[in-house]
């Protein structure tokens, strides 16, 4: 396995929303909430003083086009009321009032924006990988391309063979559930593509509207952490079978791993109000499970060289800083501190979900890193699932 990967584009979203913000409106909307007078020491726990979403706090929280009637309409109401004892003129008002009651947002008022948005900024970020990669639309003959938040069919690869345009023979192939994992698992896919014939150019798009998870009427306490570690993020880049002058990454080798029994750790559900991300709190240790056996996938592989050999860098979006302070931790005795600085920078502005690893390799490409670096990236993902890949920086 060897392919070669050109620095990536990252499209952040471009409404500035500060955790400050995020306090103000969940504390005026859930004053009486179990949490409430903790959400100050939560909300500086994430690190995160502000992120980029693709859509503005207000288009969030807004208020849908319906009211409090029951979706049977007046007529039933009406009737339901009467005949539960209520006077014409008691009805009249209760009519008034629920007419009057602003209902939350249906899914298709939430998602349609998003979508729109995450069809935009994964155009924006597909030229961007191309002009960096010095090839045109008509250079690309694969698309992999995930998008997790917004649900959609066709999907985001439809959507960009039309807005590049792409030729007509691209291959496409959409893999919205990958959600985290998709920067990882992007570029295992597109490396056996391009290793089973090096002239083919692969083009990675991934965009995440993970702000379409922010749910005003939710109470609890995971959709308060989950208000305050989001952001919004597009990504792309290309993956080819032959070195190039803009090549910058090697990658040699991949591993994937899935655990059993995790799948309903960390889930998205989608409610009358649009998309919840729901986690638990047994999913930072199972997480963790997943990197115990990457380091292990690691050991194995350099077993000739273990005194000697360590990355030089390590680009992983594990889902939170619990777990990179456990992968901290847990790293083989005389690897180098600091191999995840990029990492948590990265988080200092929000959880990128499938974006993130290309995020962080964004990062150490910007810091320029040395030629030779030995790297490796990894991700884990609801499923619990995970991907991770070693190379070399050119």
Not at 120 to 135: D, K, V
Not at 268 to 297: I, S
Request: with cysteine.
């Amino acid at each position: 396995m060897a392919a070669y990967l050109c620095p990536p584009a990252v499209i952040h979203g471009e409404h500035v929303v500060q955790t400050s913000q995020i306090v103000a409106e969940v504390r005026g909307r859930h004053p009486h909430a179990a949490w409430a007078p903790r959400i100050d020491g939560i909300a500086a726990s994430t690190g995160i003083e502000s992120r980029g979403w693709m859509l503005p706090l207000e288009a969030a929280v807004a208020p849908g086009s319906g009211n409090g009637l029951p979706a049977a309409g007046v007529g039933p109401t009406r009737e339901a009321l009467a005949g539960d004892g209520f006077s014409e003129q008691d009805v009249d008002r209760v009519i008034a009032a629920l007419e009057a009651m602003p209902a939350p947002q249906t899914v298709q008022e939430r998602t349609a924006p998003a979508w729109a948005a995450v069809q935009s900024s994964g155009e924006h970020a597909a030229r961007g990988a191309l002009q960096i990669a010095g090839l045109d639309a008509a250079d690309v003959d694969c698309l992999i391309t995930s998008h997790s938040t917004t649900p959609a069919l066709p999907g985001l690869d439809v959507a960009l063979a039309n807005r590049l345009p792409l030729r007509g023979d691209v291959m496409l192939l959409p893999a919205t559930q990958w959600a985290c994992i998709a920067g990882t698992r992007s570029l295992a896919l597109a490396a056996d593509l391009v290793s089973a014939d090096p002239d083919r150019v692969v083009l990675v798009v991934i965009a995440e509207a993970l702000s379409t998870t922010y749910q005003p009427a939710d109470d609890t306490l995971e959709s308060l952490i989950v208000r305050l570690l989001f952001a919004d993020t597009a990504v792309a880049a290309v993956v080819t079978g032959r070195p190039t002058p803009e090549s910058v990454l090697r990658l040699d080798a991949a591993w994937h791993h899935t655990l059993p029994g995790t799948k309903d750790l960390h889930r998205l559900e989608t409610r009358e109000d649009g998309t919840h991300f729901v986690m638990d709190r047994r999913g930072p240790r199972a997480v963790q499970e997943t990197v115990t056996a990457m380091w292990e996938w690691l050991r194995v592989r350099y077993q000739d060289d273990p005194a000697s050999w360590h990355p030089d860098v390590l680009l992983a979006h594990p889902g939170g800083t619990r777990v990179l302070e456990y992968m901290e931790q847990t790293m083989p005795d005389g690897w180098p501190s600091g191999l995840l600085d990029y990492s948590r920078d990265s988080y200092t502005s929000g959880n990128r979900g499938g974006a993130a690893v290309f995020d962080i390799m964004r990062r150490a490409y910007d810091a320029g890193q040395e030629r030779g670096s030995r790297t490796v990236l990894y991700a884990a993902a609801p499923g619990l699932t995970a991907t991770a890949l070693e190379g070399e920086w050119l």
